[in-house]
T-cell receptor, first 118, second 113 residues
């Protein structure tokens, strides 16, 4: 069954600690994305990767880091520099990271990780 | 910077009533996508509109893309309890080669049985 798996579902971070959120996809998609969702708000892009070994900052990259060493994996690290990390984090993927003829690829989302501060 | 606003933020309707959410972009869009997020769930892709003035229907859902490609709407006819959730529009600015989406603030729909 193809899809996107995020783990853990719930995560707690202590002050000054880095934590890593996992995102794995078996859809053979080239592009992957990380979003942050705060209560009552839309999704804000943290980082995206159009292809393996390449990634770009989104709108709110400060305090976060990513890697894309394998096509199927795009882990997100929330560093201690992120002062307000409590949020719902969503990973997504799309077949391609580029638009074609004015049309974009739909994004497929994982079930998310809820991160809280202890 | 790019902004995509949606109104209303919340909408409560009686089952059987119609519902509409509106999406407005600060810049011209190449296309617009709509997603639905059920309570406790993740966004699920519904549809993409690409052409100016385009209208698409999915059963009781009607999606429209404005002539200027800066606004869009989603209309649900005769709502059902299964329509409950938050509806997001997501646009891609014109002339952007990347597949990045700017999500709207969302409209949370509650359907009262």
């Amino acid at each position: 069954d193809g899809g996107i798996t995020q783990s853990p579902k719930y995560l707690f971070r202590k002050e000054g600690q880095n934590v890593t959120l996992s995102c794995e996809q078996n859809l053979n998609h080239d592009a992957m994305y990380w979003y942050r969702q705060d209560p009552g708000q839309g999704l804000r892009l943290i980082y995206y990767s159009q292809i393996v070994n390449d990634f770009q900052k989104g709108d709110i990259a400060e305090g976060y880091s990513v890697s894309r060493e394998k096509k199927e994996s795009f882990p997100l690290t929330v560093t201690s520099a992120q002062k307000n990390p409590t949020a719902f984090y969503l990973c997504a993927s799309s077949r391609s990271g580029t638009a074609t003829g004015g049309s974009n690829q739909p994004q497929h989302f994982g079930d998310g990780t809820r991160l809280s501060i202890l | 910077g790019q902004q995509v606003m949606q109104i209303p933020q919340y909408q409560h309707v009686q089952e059987g009533e119609d519902f509409t959410t509106y999406c407005n972009s600060s810049t011209t869009l190449s296309n617009i996508q709509w997603y639905k997020q059920r309570p406790g769930g993740h966004p699920v892709f519904l549809i993409q509109l690409v052409k100016s003035g385009e209208v698409k229907k999915q059963k009781r859902l009607t999606f429209q893309f404005g002539e200027a490609k800066k606004n869009s709407s989603l209309h649900i006819t005769a709502t059902q309890t299964t329509d409950v959730g938050t509806y997001f529009c997501a646009g891609t600015p014109r002339d952007t080669g990347a597949n990045n989406l700017f999500f709207g603030t969302g409209t949370r729909l509650t359907v009262i049985p």
